[in-house]
């Protein structure tokens, strides 16, 4: 079976948003396993908003491990507190960077990444599992749209995590 992402590419990105967690939640309703789910999920962001790097680094222990994803190699482990995705995993809060150069601390994974969205991921018991990790080749390419939508896929969604 070969499912595509119904999408219309001329739309604003609120209204790609719209169009797209529906359909996220209808690919991955009745699935459990998180890797299914996670890889779901990363593809298709990923495809319907062409970003660089699109994935999810996962706790364990006291580090992020890299899990699902779209794009180039990239770092393994993350320890707490450490760039971009240790950050938001310590504070619980979504981070969003305008310039990865300008951000103290910032993992570059690939010269090519300009800016940045990290989302925890958080259990419906309020437990940080992981993030989701997005990166662009534009500077300032993420905004609240980006984390109010983002936020609604990775926070207290039960299953899909
Ligand atoms: N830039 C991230 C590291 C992960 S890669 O971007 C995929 C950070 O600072 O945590």
Redesign the pocket.
């Known amino acids: 079976m070969s499912e595509s992402i119904n999408i219309d590419r001329s739309s604003s990105k609120s209204e790609k948003y719209e169009q797209l967690i529906p359909q996220i939640l209808a690919l991955v309703k009745g699935e459990s396993n998180r890797v299914a789910i996670l890889a779901t999920v990363s593809a298709v962001l990923h495809e319907a908003f062409d970003f660089f790097?699109t994935?999810f680094?996962l706790v364990e222990g006291s580090e992020l491990i890299v899990g699902p994803f779209q794009g180039l190699v990239?770092?393994l482990r993350?320890q707490k507190g450490?760039?971009?995705?240790?950050s938001a995993w310590e504070n619980e809060q979504s981070i969003i960077v305008p310039d990865?150069y300008k951000y103290p601390?910032?993992?570059?994974?690939s010269a090519l990444?300009q800016s940045?969205i990290?989302i925890p991921l958080i259990s419906d018991s309020g437990k940080v599992l992981g993030v989701l990790?997005i990166?662009s080749t534009e500077l300032d390419a993420f905004d609240d749209v980006d984390r109010n939508n983002l936020e609604k896929l990775c926070i207290h969604r039960g299953k899909i995590l």
């Not at 450490?82 to 240790?86: L, Q």
């Not at 601390?105 to 994974?109: E, L, V």
């Open positions: 790097w994935g680094y990239a770092c993350i450490k760039g971009v995705c240790g990865v601390g910032h993992i570059a994974c990444s940045e990290v990790d990166d």
